[in-house]
């Protein structure tokens, strides 16, 4: 009984603890995912060479995020620099598939099966930062891409990222959708601003 009674503190504690952890557990905050960057698509326009215009291309997106709950796109800290995760109930690949199909329109490229170009989402994440005031946001998008001909032959596989940072209100949806956008802007526009693509796409013959 007197063993019992000895562990009635440790048992206090441990259980002290466990509130604790739960009590700073922040909740998430939840966003919808709209495309508004801060500048337009027309302020950064891929140089395409003669000839690029011309061939046409299917377009595919592939969600390759590896994280366990696919509705979290970002992280953000309080005041008291407690993590909090950001969430989505929108459907990212639906998002980002419908941006790069907008991008890709507004900077000439024509849909059509003599190219065929397959984007990998490997990351899409936004950053919050919290400050004295307001916070600090930085928005993290990466992609993978291969590009085929008409056949299906790889003509050119790559990595890019895009990335982004603004100063904002704290735990704003508007910044939240602004450095996203931007990142995933970035990223396609230096995807198609890739060298290498744009002459494996314009010559049909693969780069390595």
């Given at each position: ?10 048992l ?5 603890l ?8 922040q909740?998430?905050?939840s966003?919808?995912l709209?495309?508004?960057p ?15 215009t ?18 979290t ?9 407690r ?7 929108d459907d ?7 941006v ?15 190219r ?7 990351r899409f ?14 928005g ?10 008409g ?13 982004t940072?603004r ?19 970035d ?14 796409w314009?010559?049909?013959k693969?780069?390595?």
């Open positions: 009984m007197r063993h019992s009674t000895r562990r009635l503190p440790v206090f504690s441990l259980a002290f466990v509130l604790a952890s739960v009590a700073a557990a909740s998430p905050v966003t919808s709209t495309f508004k801060q500048e337009g698509v027309g302020s950064d326009v891929p140089l395409f060479p003669e000839g690029f011309e061939k046409s291309a299917t377009l595919k997106l592939v969600d390759a995020r590896t994280a366990k709950d696919p509705t796109i970002g992280e953000g800290t309080d005041r008291k620099d993590p909090f995760p950001i969430q989505t109930s990212v690949k639906g998002y980002a598939s419908d790069l199909s907008r991008v890709a329109e507004q900077w000439g490229v024509k849909s059509g099966k003599d065929q170009l397959t984007v990998k989402l490997s994440f936004v950053t919050e930062s919290r400050k004295a005031v307001g916070s600090m946001y930085s993290d998008v990466t992609i993978h891409y291969t590009l085929a001909d056949r299906g032959r790889t003509l050119k596989s790559g990595t890019v990222q895009g990335d940072k100063y904002g209100r704290a735990q704003s949806r508007e910044n939240y959708n602004e450095v996203l956008s931007d990142a995933l802007k990223a396609y526009y230096n995807m198609f601003n890739d060298e290498d693509l744009k002459e494996a314009v010559s049909g693969a780069k390595k």
